[in-house]
Nanobody, 124 residues
Framework: QVQLVESGGGLVQAGGSLRLSCVAS????????MGWFRRAPGKEREFVGG????????YYEDSVKGRCTISRDNAENTAYLQMNSLKPEDTGVYYC?????????????????WGQGTQVTVSS
């Protein structure tokens, strides 16, 4: 089992920035691909981006490319989602997820472990 705990959400004005953190425990963190997802009000959970085990490879959903950066610190068992130039449509609950495989996938079903989520609200 892997336990994931997100933090760093909050209320921010459009154009602002937030850095979300995801702390993992329970298993060797570096064995897992990490993904970030979000669920906007009234919508399905969607992929935001992911990072491979070493941290040298990332993949982003088109709407956040250039505005978001995912990183990880395997020594600290933590993954990060840096979000800049935030827009109201970025509002939602943000989740980190872990996948016991080598590839970053965008499907929610591909991930084995999930955090409880952290709320991000962007005001216009």
């Amino acid at each position: 089992q892997v336990q994931l705990v997100e933090s760093g959400g909050g209320l921010v004005q459009a154009g602002g920035s937030l850095r979300l953190s995801c702390v993992a425990s329970g298993r060797t963190f570096s064995n897992y691909v990490m993904g970030w997802f979000r669920r906007a009000p009234g919508k399905e959970r969607e992929f935001v981006g992911g990072i491979n085990k070493s941290g040298r490879g990332t993949y982003y959903e088109d709407s956040v490319k250039g505005r978001c950066t995912i990183s990880r610190d395997n020594a600290e068992n933590t993954a990060y989602l840096q979000m800049n130039s935030l827009k109201p449509e970025d509002t939602g609950v943000y989740y980190c997820a872990a996948r016991d495989s080598a590839t970053i996938l965008t499907r929610t079903a591909a991930y084995d472990y999930w955090g409880q989520g952290t709320q991000v609200t962007v005001s216009s």
